[in-house]
């Protein structure tokens, strides 16, 4: 198991970018593929971004063009670099293993606090 903790999330305006940091503290962090979720209030928890162990990446058609995910092995760390940020793209962002089913925890434990985006219009 281990810690996630995510940071970089705040308040931009329509057309704005932001850089989101994920840092997992588990020796086995290397091993997984890494995702990026996001949930909007009122909405189920969707995964919007993923990147392998092999560096390969993919993204959900909301975001394509936009956003990019890169991962740091040696920091244990998951970016997630937004840009032409819209009011839709508003949510809680959590960083986890990826894919995860509604409802799991995934390796680390727990999902982390997540790190709140506004865009505001």
């Known amino acids: 198991q281990g810690r996630v903790v995510e940071s970089g999330g705040g308040l931009v305006q329509f057309g704005g970018s932001l850089r989101l940091s994920c840092t997992v503290s588990?020796?086995?962090?290397?091993?997984?593929?890494m995702g990026w979720y996001r949930q909007a209030p009122g909405k189920q928890r969707e995964l919007v971004a993923t990147?392998?162990?092999?560096?390969?990446?993919s993204y959900a058609s909301s975001v394509k063009g936009r956003f990019t995910i890169s991962k740091d092995d040696a920091k244990k760390t998951v970016h997630l670099q937004m840009n032409s940020l819209e009011p839709e793209d508003t949510a809680i962002y959590y960083c986890?293993?990826?894919?995860?089913?509604?409802?799991?925890?995934?390796?680390?434990?727990?999902w982390g606090q997540g790190t709140q985006v506004t865009v505001s219009s």
């Open positions: 986890n293993a990826a894919p995860l089913r509604v409802g799991e925890r995934g390796p680390f434990g727990s």
């Open positions: 588990s020796d086995s962090f290397s091993v997984y593929d």
């Open positions: 990147i392998t162990n092999g560096r390969g990446t």
